[in-house]
């Protein structure tokens, strides 16, 4: 057997692991069947010899692999979890193979609610709780540290054990009105500023955004746009845990995380977040804006 043949022969023993794995962190058939291919790819190109465990460097690369692949789908508009699970397909009847998988522990209800989890908490809760994956392999591949990862684990399992529904938010509409937030701040109009804001709406500030000039609470949209007309010129569009945000950065690390709940096409509540640990495991993904 030549080295071709045994690294595929090792790669196929490892196959229904991967494939196991990656279903359960993307929910979608075709989905995982690509993430297992390009971690062959992967291996293919790489240079063996420097791998002490195939089995925990190969979890690693379809972990990347498939938290790239849900950061894609979160940009997107989202799809209903029947457009893309197979198993809430009534025309579609799974291989005996996929069977056994979902049968083993991921049923409709978790596929549903792991759907409301941000990308880093569907992934360290699937690697941990499911696969027993140790938090030191899960940290690197969400770039977090070990204690962020178990943090961010424990948190997607609370929502998880917490949530007998997922709630209903149009990620896309919150994306524009949050934008329309940000180009009204940046640009002083604070007519437009009244427009986004709920008469209502509440702006939370934690102990590090107030010692960084942010008032700790403000009610009242016209109170809430005076605090931030003109400003915010430093703000980028991101998801935070998966849904659109800002965040203000210095020299590339994030200083104040700001998060929206949006009502009715308006923003209720503002949450200004700077603590040192929060800003260790929140999960943010760039967006254009």
């Not at 025309?91 to 759907?115: N, T």
Request: charged content about 25%.
């Amino acid at each position: 057997m030549d080295a071709d043949d045994w690294l595929a022969t090792r790669f196929e023993q490892n196959r229904d692991r991967l494939r196991a794995v990656a279903y359960r962190i993307l929910g979608s058939e075709p989905e995982a069947e690509d993430a297992v291919q390009e971690t062959w790819i992967r291996l293919s190109r790489s240079d063996t010899a420097t791998i002490d465990n195939l089995g925990g460097w190969l979890t690693t690369v379809v972990g990347r692999i498939c938290l790239d692949m849900l950061r894609t789908r979160r940009g997107r508009p989202e799809l209903p979890v029947s457009d893309h699970s197979p198993v809430l397909a009534d025309d579609v009847v799974p291989d005996p193979e996929l069977e056994a998988v979902q049968a083993d522990s991921v049923g409709l209800a978790l596929l549903v609610v792991l759907e409301t989890l941000s990308p880093a908490e569907r992934l360290a809760f699937v690697l941990h709780d499911l696969f027993a994956v140790p938090f030191e392999d899960i940290a690197p591949i969400i770039g977090k540290s070990p204690a962020a990862a178990r943090q961010i684990a424990s948190r997607a399992r609370r929502r998880v054990r917490g949530t007998p529904e997922p709630t209903s938010v149009d990620v896309v509409r919150q994306q524009e009105v949050v934008s329309a937030f940000l180009a009204a701040a940046r640009n002083a109009d604070f007519s437009a500023l009244l427009e986004v804001l709920d008469p209502e709406v509440v702006l939370r500030a934690d102990a590090t955004a107030a010692e960084r000039g942010m008032a700790a609470s403000v009610t009242g949209h016209d109170r809430v746009a005076r605090a931030f007309t003109g400003r915010a010129q430093a703000a980028k569009l991101v998801l935070v845990d998966g849904m659109p945000g800002l965040v203000w950065m210095q020299r590339g690390e994030p200083v104040v995380v700001f998060s929206f709940t949006v009502v009715d096409g308006r923003v209720a509540t503002i949450d200004l977040r700077g603590d040192a640990e929060y800003l260790q495991t929140v999960d943010l993904v760039s967006l254009n804006g």
